[in-house]
């Protein structure tokens, strides 16, 4: 029945997605911009943080990265493939023309129809896409709105503040809480942690902070939504979230660009501090552009991601859906030093086309009873090649430590690749490690029951992919987890319907 | 930890200087030679070396301290044919193997193996004979080779049982319909050594490995098995107690080739002292082939806070009609089987030792064996 | 006209012949029981009337309502009425009962050119029908017949037949594995869903079945070809005396 598997590849492999019908993110802001030429060298860490009138502190610990950054070799170890990148052939800075807005009023409303038209609305009133206003009960959701380089736009900041909480941009946290910054920034990801992080510490333009005080619950979902619009042009936000103690945050990241021919990069760094009972909550839906049919264009989407559970009893929790980019390595990951602290990653990574996405966590144990656990859900179609790659490790104070994972594969075709490859060290008899992978496929047969009761196979895969990705979809906050199901369909269509 | 700087580059260059040696001159150096000189010797931190620390092992080589018997101990019946290595029948031999099993590349300290090579044995077991099993016990050098060739329907048991050597490769030819039920018994020893053993399995033939191992100062088993032909089958089972500060890694690659293959993958181990485990298990299914099913199993016993285990079972994965697994646990003996025991009146040292046996015995299939060696009580 | 109608039907599977020239015809109304020894080709028969790829029709033609159905999709057919009851259904773990069956009931109400149910209706419905089964709600809630139990299994898939309501119902060996209490229940579904508007062909090894549900025709199917044609009382004897008399 290996004509079956044909039918089934052509279903989702052979995409319109040359003619973009499928990324509906692809269309480009047309928008005066001041931007750097491309070109990295001092001069230009120096004229970054000039152009946002960084405190000296702030430029030297910048040079400082750039100097790391310099004398490191350019990784090669994960399962992916792609020409060299010119690092001087990029602008590591553009920002939409003019004075910071102040108020939304002030936004130029080009930009706000932009995020409009993305689903993100950046009127106060408005919620996220995906939940209709019927619903009153909805939860609000403010949001901070990345263009490029610089942050434009962050809503309900007064409510917040009422609460206690910071949510700004990374800029104005360099301003306005210099100590929180300094204490926190680089101490879950130190410059010199691997190549992408360094130059991101050197060059980072923006990103999300966000302070929530003790013993408060953050009383709305906080997002960013990144949005890289110009041509050549690499985005380096900077997030950094803290948690103190026996507070709450959730926090959701989506993220689009246009359609391009060129790759453009995408190196960012988020820190995630929890201190004592504290939890943090971190969601994303990654929709960069993931190139065409043919492989032309798309996002490199190098991250770093780690949080820190520093307090006991804290938690992390990490939730990514990841469909777009050309090229996805990233491994949200989680320190467990405070006892009884608990890390999660819940994921689902569907490549399709030529996409590579090399994604996957560590978790490493370091203070007693701290738990782990990581559910992995890979879909591979077309000629793709998903991995999952994972580090567990139970260092010798973990007494009574615990991890499980459970990583599947779904292969849709016979032209891709799913692979596996966790990495698992103990050094302690009272630490329990767990781990389970397996592969399977949409079976024909379960295609055919669908079909036998009038389902069409294209909606029969989408229902099929999503039922296998449901254990990962249950952890996203309600919203976010329709939209989540949503794109996943909208990918897996294909030339069919 | 003085004189542990020794990388590839640096041995490579003294190797060349003292040049190959002289036994076998049949066998063709060229390509170990031109590894060494290419300097692709595998440096101390390459990732197939994470833990194992491979400049402990350059060192015995430099010294030319190397362990090794004098004494030649293989027992074969007569209706299999067994030459030396240095016999020119043996390069015939090598020439029914067919293609090279593993690429060398890959495996790049067995180029010190072609390069060093002090004693050996080609082995070949007839198309549709069923001997008694072949026996080798001692070869008298530090580097060995040993080849085995089944002929189609030829079925055989191959016990390896060594005192000593610094590196062994054991090459496998598994022909249509054949199969091999190879035993590797490793006792413990004070030595460094590594080994590699590539097998090639042809269709509807089955390849069987069945390995107990007490640790070694410094143990290494690379083990590289490809269902070559459709319908192969390998089994692999390995199981290992180590104690005090020995060190066993096991690297295992299994490659489905080709469609209709299946592999199934069981190891356990109990590490105590300060001893350090690793195991690497790949399962690697080529494009094309479809229906491959393939499984691992891996569980490890952490005895004591001292010791290591790192695990990493991975799966690459190139087909979609395939069925493939892999499952890796490792925790502490469980002391409420333990309790168990002891509300029935066993003594918890008993309750656990008896505890340790049923959980090697899952990857034991000659409990005798495994009884004498030492690896259970 | 037949509501279904089989022609001289010819099947192969990878140039294996196994169904060589299957005629039946069968009315509004009616329910025919299939009967015959293992491997006969009765769920090859269910199976290429529903459509299965992997099955060549060599020759032949099945027509439902007089349109010729044997090029027709699986999903097609589906949506004009077919319904196939599985021999061994299919797990599908992930994806819940509910939201399966509401895809398939949108799918077949979008095929008639009309408004899906809404949400609230459709679960009243899906309820009515489980509770008929003798079925416990939360069983919708659980992944299409993952780790059911063989009964719960055959009772699922029967739920699904008087959800969608299908003009011709082909129920291959439902009544296998059920316990005494489930085959009645199974029974009294099948009751309630015949009418004079639908059909059902019934596969089965067993005349217990036939007690409840009582055929109008029986057929014996036999290295791939209906070798014998009668009424009930074929099915008893059948059970009395096996194939062994009809030279099968
Ligand atoms: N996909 C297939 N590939 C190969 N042979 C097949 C296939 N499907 C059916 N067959 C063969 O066709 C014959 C008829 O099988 P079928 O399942 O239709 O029998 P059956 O009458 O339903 O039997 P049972 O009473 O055991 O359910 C059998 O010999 C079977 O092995
Ligand atoms: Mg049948």
Not at chain 2, 94 to 107: K, N, P, T, Y
Not at chain 2, 169 to 190: I, N
Not at chain 3, 41 to 59: E, H, Q
Not at chain 3, 141 to 158: A, L, M, P, Q
Request: aromatic fraction near 6%; proline fraction near 5%.
């Amino acid at each position: 029945m290996s004509e079956r598997s044909n039918e089934l590849t052509d279903l989702v492999g052979e995409e319109h997605a040359a003619t973009g019908h499928d990324y509906a993110a692809g269309f480009v802001t047309e928008i005066d911009t001041d931007t750097l030429p491309p070109g990295l060298d001092e001069d230009v860490v120096r004229a970054i943080s000039a152009k946002k009138a960084e405190p000296a502190w702030m430029t030297e610990w910048r040079l400082d990265a750039f100097r790391r950054w310099q004398e490191m070799p350019t990784p090669r170890w994960a399962h992916v493939q792609f020409p060299d990148i010119d690092f001087q052939g990029i602008s590591y800075f553009s920002a939409p023309k003019g004075d910071a807005p102040k108020s939304l009023d002030e936004v130029d409303p080009e930009l706000l129809r932009t995020y409009e038209k993305l689903g993100i609305p950046l009127h106060e009133r408005a919620r996220l896409a995906g939940v209709e206003a019927e619903d009153e009960e909805a939860p609000q959701v403010a949001v901070d709105a990345v263009f490029d380089s610089v942050s434009v736009a962050t809503t309900f900041k007064e409510r917040l503040a009422e609460a206690g909480v910071v949510f700004c941009s990374m800029s104005e946290a360099i301003q306005e809480h210099p100590e929180l910054v300094r204490k926190y920034l680089g101490s879950v990801v130190p410059k010199p942690d691997n190549f992408y992080a360094a130059l991101n510490s050197a060059v980072f333009s923006d990103g999300s902070f966000v302070y929530v005080p003790k013993n408060t619950r953050c009383p709305m979902e906080l997002s960013t939504y990144f949005r890289i619009n110009a041509e050549n042009t690499g985005q380096f936000e900077r997030t950094l979230i803290i948690a103190d103690e026996g507070a709450y945050v959730s926090y959701l990241e989506g993220c689009t660009a246009p359609m391009r021919d060129d790759n453009q990069l995408h190196a960012a760094v988020v820190e995630l501090v929890a201190l004592e009972d504290a939890e943090i909550k971190y969601s994303t839906v990654q929709n960069w552009y993931p190139g065409d049919a043919e492989g032309n264009g798309g996002i490199y989407n190098f991250v770093t991601k780690r949080g820190t559970c520093l307090g006991d009893r804290s938690k992390i929790s990490w939730t990514q859906v990841e469909t777009g980019s050309a090229i996805t390595w990233k491994y949200p990951s989680v320190m467990l030093r405070g006892a009884d602290s608990v890390g999660e990653f819940y994921s689902v990574a569907l490549t399709r086309n030529f996409q590579q996405a090399d994604t996957g966590t560590k978790m490493t144990h370091i203070g007693p009873r701290t738990k782990s656990t990581i559910v992995s859900k890979g879909i591979s179609a077309g000629r793709s090649q998903n991995s999952y790659r994972g580090r567990v490790r139970m260092n010798p104070g973990a007494k009574g430590a615990r991890n499980y994972t459970q990583c599947d594969s779904l292969l849709i075709g016979d032209t891709c690749g799913a692979h596996t490859f966790p990495y698992i060290e103990s050094k302690l008899s009272t630490a329990v490690v767990e781990h389970e992978a397996t592969t399977s496929k949409v079976s024909d047969e379960q295609l055919f029951l669908c079909q036998q009761r009038g389902i069409d196979p294209e909606k029969a895969v989408a229902m099929i992919v999503n039922g296998f990705c449901r254990d990962v979809f249950r952890t996203l906050p309600m919203e976010f987890a329709v939209e989540a199901a949503k794109l996943l369909e909208v990918s897996l269509e294909g030339a069919v319907g | 930890m003085a004189g542990l700087a020794l990388n590839g580059a640096s041995l490579a260059e003294k190797l060349l200087a003292r040049g190959p040696t002289s036994y076998a001159p049949w066998l063709d150096r060229r390509p170990h030679l031109d590894l060494i000189e290419q300097r692709a010797l595998p440096e101390l931190r390459a990732e197939a070396w994470r833990h194992t620390n491979i400049a402990r092992w350059y060192e015995t080589v430099l010294a030319g301290t190397e362990r090794a018997t004098r004494s030649r101990r293989v027992e074969f019946p007569g209706e299999v044919e067994v030459v030396d290595f240095a016999d020119p029948r043996a390069a015939e031999l090598l020439v029914l193997r067919g293609e090279e099993i593993f690429r060398l590349d890959a495996q790049p300290i067995a180029a010190l193996n072609g390069m060093l090579l002090g004693s050996g044995v080609a082995i070949r077991v007839p198309a549709g004979t069923v001997p008694s099993p072949v026996r080798i016990v001692d070869l008298p050098a530090a580097y060995q080779r040993i080849l085995v060739i089944v002929e189609p329907d030829a079925r055989v048991e191959l016990i390896e049982e060594p005192s000593s050597y610094t590196h062994r490769l054991v090459e496998a030819v598994v022909q249509p319909g054949g199969r091999l039920l190879h035993r590797r018994l490793q006792a413990a020893s004070p030595d460094r050594e590594c080994s590699l053993v590539a097998v090639r399995v042809q269709a509807n033939a089955h390849y069987e490995l069945s390995q107990l191992s007490l640790g070694g100062d410094l143990r290494r088993n690379d083990i590289v098995a490809t269902l070559a032909g459709n319908a192969a089958n390998v089994t692999l089972r390995g199981a290992w107690r180590l104690v005090e500060s020995q060190h066993l890694d096991n690297q295992v690659a299994v490659h489905h080739d080709a469609p209709g293959g299946t592999s199934r993958q069981t190891f356990r181990g109990v590490a105590d002292g300060r001893s350090r485990a690793v195991l690497n298990g790949r399962i690697e299914i080529a494009p094309g082939a479809q229906q491959s099913d393939a499984t691992l199993n891996t569980k490890n016993l952490l005895a004591s806070d001292t010791a290591e285990v790192y695990a990493k079972p991975e799966l690459e994965i190139y087909a979609n009609d395939v069925k493939c697994s892999h499952g890796a646990t490792i925790g502490a003996i469980d002391e409420d089987a333990v309790h168990y025991f002891r509300t029935r009146g066993i003594d918890a040292p008993t309750a656990r030792s008896l505890f340790v046996r049923g959980f090697l015995r899952e990857a034991i299939d000659d409990v005798e064996t495994a009884r004498r060696l030492g690896v259970i009580q | 006209m037949s509501l279904l109608r089989v022609e001289e039907l010819h099947v192969e599977v990878d140039g294996k012949p196994i169904l060589a020239g299957i005629d039946l015809e069968v009315d509004a109304g009616e329910v025919h029981a299939v009967m015959g020894p293992n491997g006969s080709g009765k769920s090859t028969f269910a199976n290429v009337l529903a459509g299965r790829p992997g099955y060549d029709v060599v020759r032949g033609s099945m027509r439902v309502d007089g349109e010729d159905v044997t090029e027709l999709a699986p999903e097609e057919r589906s949506l004009r009425g077919l319904f196939l009851a599985f021999q061994y259904p299919i797990e599908i773990p992930g994806v819940s009962n509910m939201e399966f069956l509401k895809a398939a009931v949108d799918a077949h109400a979008l095929g008639r050119g009309e408004d899906p149910p809404s949400a609230i209706d459709f679960v009243r419905h899906a309820r009515e029908a489980a509770s008929r089964l003798e079925l416990n709600p939360d069983f919708l809630k659980r992944g299409v017949n993952d780790g059911f139990s063989g009964g719960e299994k055959k009772r699922n898939e029967i739920l699904q037949m008087l959800i969608l309501e299908p003009r011709l119902a082909v129920l291959d060996e439902t009544d296998s594995g059920l316990d005494i209490d489930a085959l009645q229940v199974v029974a009294n579904g099948i009751n309630a869903f015949r009418g004079d508007g639908n059909a059902v062909v019934l596969v089965t090894h067993y005349q217990r079945l036939l007690n409840y549900v009582v055929p109008d025709h029986v057929h014996v199917l036999a290295d791939g070809r209906i070798v014998h044609s009668g009424d009930r009382s074929l099915a008893l004897e059948l059970e009395e005396r096996g194939y062994g008399w009809l030279g099968a």
